[in-house]
């Protein structure tokens, strides 16, 4: 099966033509995911990873931050687990990074995926978002699940959309995404309980198919999906970290981050988060 693919977007044309709007719900609809090759510059991600990075290494000094960073045991790897950021650990997650560190609102990748969530769905704003960061040689696999699992509302498609963006180039082997064409209009699937090595309840669901479609991607890329599309990522097999930010949009997405701040269940920005040079050279 052919990989449903987006024309690129341009540096000077943020808002997509009429056409590509049309290709991309179609491939939504039709497939429940889109890929989008060369969407954004280098320096951009660059931007991105660095301000990602200082945001895992805040939050872990700041108790009231910490509870938003999810952290997977190295076990008893000789290596000791993700190298760089979160040493020690075979995979680290951070929830809801744009209220911690709200900057990363103003990012070109921020930016361009909005524009193009709107484009693609009309008036939504950003419902959620969350980083994972697989170490090299990670052995946590995201396991195949529905993202709609999770939540209280199942919603219609594709009015939601979840943007999977890494932060590098991504292949297989380094654990890019897997979809499973047309499982968004089927039925949710059932998704079993499970522990995951956080010490966190996950849930995780059993295709009937084994016909999953991995998409490796370029760095630039990014991937779109539904809700009830089912999708996993396999663990990190290479020899360098695998750095992916999420990003969910939804109608009322803003109402619904509202309540949940009364709630107490979205942190407070991180302090002293400085600007970032977009066109400084990347980290090593």
């Known amino acids: 099966m052919v990989l449903p693919s987006l024309p690129r977007v341009s540096d000077t044309a943020l ?113 959620f978002d969350h980083v994972i960061y697989k170490g090299p040689r990670n052995r946590t696999p995201t396991p195949w699940h529905q993202d709609a699992a999770f939540k209280l509302w199942r919603g219609s498609q594709p009015r939601q959309l979840h943007f999977w963006i890494p932060l590098q180039d991504v292949t297989q082997e380094s654990g890019c995404m897997e979809f499973i064409a047309g499982s968004h ?28 479609i991995p998409c490796p991607l370029a760095l630039g890329g990014l991937t779109i999906h539904t809700p009830t599309t089912l999708h996993c990522a396999g663990a990190n097999a290479s020899t360098v970290p695998r750095k992916a930010w999420i990003l969910q949009f939804a109608p009322w997405g803003n109402a619904r981050l509202a309540v949940k701040r009364l709630a107490g269940a979205v942190p407070r920005p991180l302090p002293q988060q400085g600007t970032v040079n977009p066109h400084a050279a990347p980290r090593p």
């Open 15 to 127: 808002y997509p033509d009429a056409a590509t709007v049309a290709a991309t719900v179609g491939a939504l609809r039709r497939d429940g995911f889109a890929v989008v090759e060369g969407l954004f510059a280098r320096a951009d991600l660059c931007a991105v990873e660095r301000m990602l990075d200082d945001a895992f290494e805040a939050a872990a000094q700041i108790p009231a931050a910490r509870r938003f960073v999810v952290r997977y045991p190295a076990g008893d790897r000789a290596d000791g687990g993700a190298d760089g950021v979160g040493t020690g650990w075979d995979q680290l997650e951070l929830n809801h990074a744009t209220a911690l560190v709200p900057a990363l609102l103003e990012t070109k990748v921020f930016q361009g995926c909005a524009t193009l969530a709107r484009a693609l769905a009309g008036p939504v704003t950003r419902s």
């Open 185 to 212: 209009r089927a039925p949710l699937l059932h998704h079993r309980r499970m522990l995951r090595s956080s010490g966190l309840p996950g849930r995780e669901a059993s295709p009937d198919t084994p016909d999953s």
